[in-house]
């Protein structure tokens, strides 16, 4: 970090083109949308207003370096701009007080032979523009997750892995980077401050949680499916624990959020008779219930905002898109009213300042990248900041619906639907969209610009939640375990056949299109059922499960590796992985498939690709691809999703073009040859 940043003109230049969205409606059939701006990137993100509410700071790119920019958020005037060193990250930034800010820069480092994430923390001043490291020699491992700020603002309580962690050895460094078993350190909130440690790290804990007046007496730790609770009633007692919870045993899901200072209560989720996880005052002493504080009839509690004061603010639960329930009824009703004037399906308080009277608020859905406003209780004013994605004419968009159907073993499967706009609804091109993970992952209305991208090139588009998704409980994650392959593959299967029963797909014209577990499911789909699919495009997907656990297990724990490999293979003894890896089945490859991946991949690595490339070069179709330089396992450069995006386009539209009428222009399947080409000449 470090430099005074060189001042934009004015602030409208340092976020981009703010222009306010019209009403119109725009032709039957769209324009084609080009490549580059869906693959384009959101022009800020992290907005946060001081304590006081007249100052806004969010993160932007400003060339090659990263951008704190400080903003008056009622004029949109720059206050100040600071830049950090080339290739600096930021994992988090807090607001200490209306001067002075926390900010933690993140690197990689490589120790033991493993990648470890590395952390600085800066003290800033934004009114001045410039920063300074908090501990002016600090090294290794520190500056991990802020967990308390002092009533009096002089310091704070930061989780992390000890500085010195090579004390541990190379099994006890690793154990306590990959579990996250972190201590907790008092950092004084000035330039050079020291760094004091308050509790050493525990075997087992992987979160602390402080009561409100800064006390740690509460650790969590989930091992083998069980979440154990650590508990002491007063600063200097012995943790004991107080609670061994097991997913999915009849005690259920069981997780401790928050602790009340001087008192032995505080809040936690757990699940009901019934299995619905609710919001529910506990006592750790007595290890009891005290009160149920909110629970939904039909869906779990993600998660829960808390007032200054300790007591629950909001509850989110997730039906089809995420929603929240305001127990304040003054936030009740300006959410109330803010939705209805903006008549967004998804309206997000992100910031607040301290008294709660102005607020950032993100109006955004699943057919709309979305726009920041500022508003002022005290003189209930709303007015656009700035769009998202100003290059990305919403209008054009296609809007996704929720729809359901039943699997072949009568198991409900929630899905999402994009139709192309200005389409007859009926035997169309469909293109299946797995999402990753695989297990506790999954789909909701949300903005996506892949599947956006597929709609405006005319493809019905269906994003099924298949078993193992997160979401839909403990019993449907867990249909999922040992089903990789087998019962998910089953399921999207299913989809296809919902679609085409529907008439809203030609059965002759699917294709299976994702990323990681997406990509593999797409892979598999193609070679298990290949009188199913038209095509395949994968991008950085599962190619040979073998040899991808292991790579896994290489950077996790025994006991982390054990428990994952167990969820992909299950329980039966007959089941060999081999069986069910594309690379087994990839010389009889009898339809085109696109295969992409990043040479610096280290979720799937590279070799994945490499794998399924060399078993495919004696099939019957050729397999088409596309390497990356230097990217890795998600987009981190506009460039390699658009590339991705060209090769997909042109692979589309030479194996299952939409119609006549979408298909990609002759220009852009040159540009997508330019592309195969470039990087045909790098050596992975």
Known sequence: MAQEADQPKDAEASIGALTTPTADKPAAIPDLIATQDFAARVKFWNAQLSPSGHQLTLLQSAGKKLQLTVMDPRTRELINAINFEEGSRVGWYRWIDDKRMLVNVTGYAVAYGVLVPTNILYLVYPDEGRGTRLIDEQKGFAGGELIHVAKDKKSVLIAHPPPDASRYGTRGFRRVFFNFEPGIYRYSLEPGGAMAPVLEP?????????????????????????????????????????????????????????????SSQGYVLEENDEGRVGLRLYDYATRSVVSTFYEHPEWDVDDVWFNQDGTPLAA??????????????????????????????????????????????????????????????????????????????????ATPKPVSYTARDGTKIRAYLTLPKGREPKDLPLIVHPHGGPFGFRDELRYNDEVQFLANRGYAVLQPNFRGSGGYGTAFYELGEGEVGRGMQDDLDDAMDWAVAQG????????????????????????????????????????????????????????????WSAKVEGDDEDVDLKDYSPYRLAKGLSRPVLLAHGTRDDNVPFAQYEIMEKATRKAPVPLETLVIEGEGHSFSRKNSEEKWYDALDAFLAKHNPADKAHDVSEAALIKAEANAQEDKKVEP
Request: with cysteine.
């Open 202 to 262: 525990k075997k087992g804990v992987d979160a602390w949680i402080p009561d409100d007046d800064g006390i740690v007496r509460l650790g969590l730790g989930w091992r083998r499916k069980r979440l154990s609770i650590y508990y002491r009633d007063t600063p200097d007692g012995e943790f004991e624990r107080v609670a061994r919870v097991k997913r999915g045993d009849t005690e259920g899901f069981f997780d401790a959020i928050q602790l009340i200072g001087g």
């Open 316 to 397: 989110f639960y997730t039906d089809d898109r995420e929603r929240a329930v305001w127990f304040d009824e003054e936030y009740k009703a300006t959410h109330e009213r803010l939705s209805k004037a903006l008549g967004q399906n998804s309206i997000w308080i992100v910031s607040r300042s301290e008294n709660g009277r102005q607020m950032l608020v993100s109006a955004q859905n699943e057919a709309d990248p979305g726009v920041l406003y500022f508003y002022d209780a005290d003189t209930k004013k709303l007015s656009e900041f700035a769009q998202y994605r100003p290059e990305i004419d919403f209008r054009s968009l």
């Open 504 to 563: 809203l797909a030609d059965p002759a014209r699917v294709c299976i299109v994702g990323s990681s577990y997406g990509g593999y499911a797409a892979l598999w789909g193609v070679l298990r059922n290949p009188e199913r699919y038209a095509c395949a495009a994968s991008w950085a997907g599962v190619t040979d499960w073998t040899k991808m656990l292991k790579y896994d297990r290489r950077t996790m724990t025994r006991q982390a590796g054990k428990r």
